[in-house]
């Protein structure tokens, strides 16, 4: 190590990050365990955390070669010290989640409707730090359970922070949130055999939703497809519940806020969801990490239904109940604003881990409304910030800290890093620099509303619906996605192990669809649909279908952000790799090359051509689209490796759209390539653009039908 570069005596730099080591660092020498020191090209000192420059970071200090350990190893000391005490505790409910930053601005101006000084003209735009998260799992569990996502974001105003807490789904499971602490015990393992983790097809979960009516519309959701997504970019998000919008004269107007992704709405099968947990259980997230390095930024737009207490009083539903949506076709969005992702974080545990959102986060022009669980919910999120960060002052952490000026006077704590300076620590005082004071004009004002009504522990009877807006979001989905619904329950009550539980939840859904509690029963192996639950009140058939709530309907409009995986073996045609690559690259799409070694081919032109994987490290599951690629010889390798056979016969499952040289078509024993229209042979370049015409769509469904 006698090459470093100098320093200035007395002066240690203080480096407590690491930016990403993207170059390798160079060889170096050999210390005297025997390891090799690589030295980075950054030449940094390392010191403790007190600055000390530490000489050697592999031995502890001790007696004599063979010795004891000396506790006078300060480094060693403070080094594990610091190790010991790396976890927090991980969030309840949430706790796999994945954040990253970027911004909002606003394309349409609300200043009639709202004060919030973001919406006052057209442009103002604020960072942002969004965190997606799975509900059920531990922080390590795998990224495809069937479950809600997360989709909280942090909106850094000028007049404080702005979180909306808001899911992938628009409604809840239940309407109270004295009942959140059962839901999550059901959903979570068992308390005794801590089984099953981040799943919720278990004796516990349906024991108690099977009790809960008022689950039933999120249900529905839960098991759509809306709960396998192929990604977080391609999934909407939701504030679930209505909150208010004040303007200037204190008019108050409600509002449900709904994220619109550009990138369209996309999921995938149930199957592959299972297969990805195998080959990527962190396939969310490197999607996330990867296209944001690669410069392709998610975006998502701001719409919002506005709608007064004359609509609020005639809608069929109760606008405060967390388990209904208001249809666009009755209240119509209107986008305000965008928001694009376009960096990811420098540390997770400082952000993503530490990032604390609070429901209660609103700024002036945003109130709440009495949603029983929207009530519920502001009291819990500052109890679990202060559980899990330790401190009053963790909005001095950075990714939680406003990006406007905070005058107050809370003081102390631990890890307390900017009290307040001067004498004046209260108010009122009579000091000449007494700090400051509240301001009445345009501080947040809470809506003046009219509050009455006997003390009492009770549900409203506007509350008591709970299956006429379930039956709306299955009559809304195309045939596929409602038998996937049909699958999903049949999958999910054949894991629970007491039949009853299974019977009495079937009995909830004749009042959805009659054909959906048949095919379920059936699936089920039940003698008949059970009979129907008794409804506290009767089911509203007549509820119209809406489009909105398909993910099929609002599917992507191109293969942009959409990842094509290209199997190729030794040999093949280079102008045709070449083109596929061009005409995917073109299109935004992400290709990656899968051959039998990670080493890669070479083509039959005499070119190395690297792969990004091995072929038993990348099934079909991790692409929207597959192509192929291979001679006679490269056939007859493949034939010979149960991977690519899995390969081919995933992707046909999956219905997946599959380009393929005609050398291949021995791979394919589930199908004829020559007569299913989701599969194209390639022959040259030319025949290239057929097949990505017809990737801009989903999936080739015929071939399931
Ligand atoms: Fe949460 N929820 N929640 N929740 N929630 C938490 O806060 C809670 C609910 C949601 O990425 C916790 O920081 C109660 C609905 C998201 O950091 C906790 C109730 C919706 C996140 C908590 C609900 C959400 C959380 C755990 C019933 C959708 C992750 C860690 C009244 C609208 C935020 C934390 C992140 C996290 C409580 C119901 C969304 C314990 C009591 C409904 C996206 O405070």
Redesign the pocket.
Known sequence: MSDRTPHTPGFHPVVETQSSNRTVAREGVRGNGGEIHQRSEDGQWMTTAQGAPVSDNQNTLRAGGRGPSLLEDFAMREKIFHFDHERIPE?????R?Y?VHGYFETTSALSDVTAAHLFQEVGRRVPAFV???T?AGNKGSMDLARD?R???VKLYTEEGNWDI???NIPV?F?Q??M???DLVHAVKEAPDRAFPQAQSAHDNFWDFISLMPEAMHMVMWQMSDRAIPRSFRFMEG????SFRFVNAEGKGTFVKFHWKPKQGLQSVLWDEAVKINGADPDFHRRDMWTAIENGDYPEWDLAVQLFDDEFANRFAFDILD?TKIIPEEEVPLQVVGRLVLDRNVDNFFAETEQ?????QNIVPGVDFTNDP??Q??N???L???LK?LGSPNFTHIPVNAPRCPMHHFQQDGQMQTRGPSGRANYEPNSWASGGPRADPASGHRSFPEEIGGEKRKVRSESFADHYSQARQFYISQTEIEQRHIAQALVFELSKVETPEIRVRLVGHLPHIDETLASRVAEGLGLDAVPAAHEPAVVPDTGLPPSDALSILKNGPASFKGRKLGILMTEGIDDDLLEALTTAFTNEGAMVERIAPHVGGITTGQGKRILAHHKIDGAPSVLFDAVAILSNDAGTVQLEEMHPAHCFVADAVAHAKFIAYTPEADSLFLTADPSSDGGMFALTTGDDVDAFLTACRGLRFWDRLS
């Open positions: 969030r309840v409910v949430h706790a989640g954040g965190r997606f998260s509900v809600v997360g989709f909280a807490v808001g899911n809840f239940i109270d949130a009942k959140f602490p939701f504030g679930v519940h967390p990032v604390a959102f609070c429901t669980l929207l519920g919910r009291f819990s999120y109890d679990t910030q899990r």
